[in-house]
């Protein structure tokens, strides 16, 4: 009798389900339609823009313009939250039981949430990749793509859960404090290697040189061959490499040779005093002549610098349309030549450490140490 009795009332419950069901779409009737069809138009909407994001990603792929970023965000737009926001849109418009639309309230949080992470975790990687302006292979995004996704994928994702579990009504506050502590702790142990990298984020943003630039600080110039987290790796004009921190690089003065089209030569000489006032208002034509016989190159001027110890000082400075080193060093070459050759030419000396010594007799009377000319 029993188990009869149970059997029974489970009909009873089962028939006042279906029935309740039933009135609620009777009453619905009219809203249902509209809820339903709104819901399938959010979703074609979102699945047009994720093929419109896939598209425009094809076309950039590295990230190199904002239609890349832009693409990399829309592709990532996932089924959940394409699912959640349809069902809290027919919630919306249906008047479904209190129980149900929390549910899908939940549903819904939990899913932009998590859909919203995604979206500003592509948009950072992608503003990255975009500043990088190389492949990511050969430059410090490529170095520390990793870990910088899962810095910024943990960072996000926090967020994302403390959020849901504040809409759920939970307590977050010592969670945050927690995580608050803990934040501070990991940043103050690994404050070196933070800096470091934020040092290489710094290099691949601001661009004071790239892989393959030729750059000076202090004492030291090599060419850039890698940029990694903690380190750039240059290799001197001597062959060898060195290897510097990119927070302590970026605390110097640098010289980047390669941020420019020419390169300026200074080509200091001088002249004896003997050489006559007349040769030496031909110099500036002369060392023109020899600077623009050698194409690419431009005079910038030639003019004496001052009266030295044996010599009057002239200093010859031009432009060489290029910034490859050797190509420098060609031209200047070619250039001090010309010069020389033209100098001789026109029978112009140049000057070298000279000095002349006078002695005196016993008396104190000066010693010419050169022959007196006779007097006619």
């Known amino acids: 009798m029993v188990i009869a009795g149970n ?24 809203e249902l339609p509209i809820a339903i069809g709104t819901a399938a138009a959010i979703i074609l909407l ?3 823009l994720r093929r419109i994001g896939t598209w425009l990603l094809g076309k950039d792929p590295e990230c190199r313009h904002w ?36 549910l899908f309230n939940i549903a819904f949080t939990i899913g932009f949430a998590l859909q919203g992470a995604i979206w500003a975790r592509e948009l950072v990687l992608g503003v990255i990749s975009r500043n990088s302006g190389e492949e990511t292979g050969e430059t410090a995004v490529g170095n520390a793509i990793s870990v910088i996704r899962v810095l910024v994928s943990v960072a ?21 404090a927690g995580l608050g502590i803990g934040g501070i702790a990991i940043g103050l142990a690994a404050q070196g290697i933070f800096s470091d990298l934020f040092a290489a984020l710094a290099i691949l943003f601001d661009k004071p040189f790239k892989r393959g630039d030729v750059i000076q600080f202090d004492q030291t110039t090599g060419t850039v061959e890698r940029i990694g987290l903690k380190t750039t790796r240059l290799r001197s ?10 927070t302590k690089l970026l605390e110097r003065e640098l010289h980047n040779f390669a941020g420019g089209r020419t390169r300026r030569c200074s080509l ?14 031909k110099v500036h034509s002369l060392a023109k002549a020899a600077v623009e016989g050698r ?14 110890a044996s010599s009057i000082d002239f200093e010859l400075i031009f432009d060489v349309g ?48 050169y022959p007196v000319p006779a007097q006619a």
């Open 67 to 102: 239609r890349g970023v832009i693409g990399r965000v829309l592709q990532k737009t996932t089924v959940l939250f394409m699912a959640t926001a349809a069902l809290d849109i027919v919630a919306t418009y249906a008047a479904v039981p209190a129980k149900v639309e929390r």
């Open 156 to 176: 996000l994702f926090a967020i994302a859960i403390i959020v849901i579990l504040d809409n759920l009504g939970i307590n977050v506050t010592a969670l945050v």
């Open 268 to 281: 200091p000489f001088g002249l004896v005093y003997q050489t006559d006032p007349d040769e030496l208002e």
């Open 237 to 246: 004009l001597t062959g060898e490499q060195v290897v510097m921190a990119n």
């Open 46 to 48: 979102m699945l047009g």
């Open 7 to 30: 059997a029974t009332r489970a009909l009873d419950t089962g028939r006042e389900s279906v029935e309740s069901i039933l009135n609620w779409f009777i009453e619905n009737r009219a």
């Open 322 to 369: 290029t910034t490859d080193q050797n190509k420098v060093v060609a031209d200047r070459t070619a250039v001090a030549l010309a010069v020389l050759r033209s100098f001789t030419e026109h029978g112009i000396q140049f000057a070298y450490p000279t000095q002349t010594s006078f002695t005196a007799a016993p008396n104190g009377k000066f010693v010419m140490p």
């Open 295 to 308: 194409k690419g190159c431009k005079l910038v001027r030639c003019g004496i610098l001052g009266f030295g």
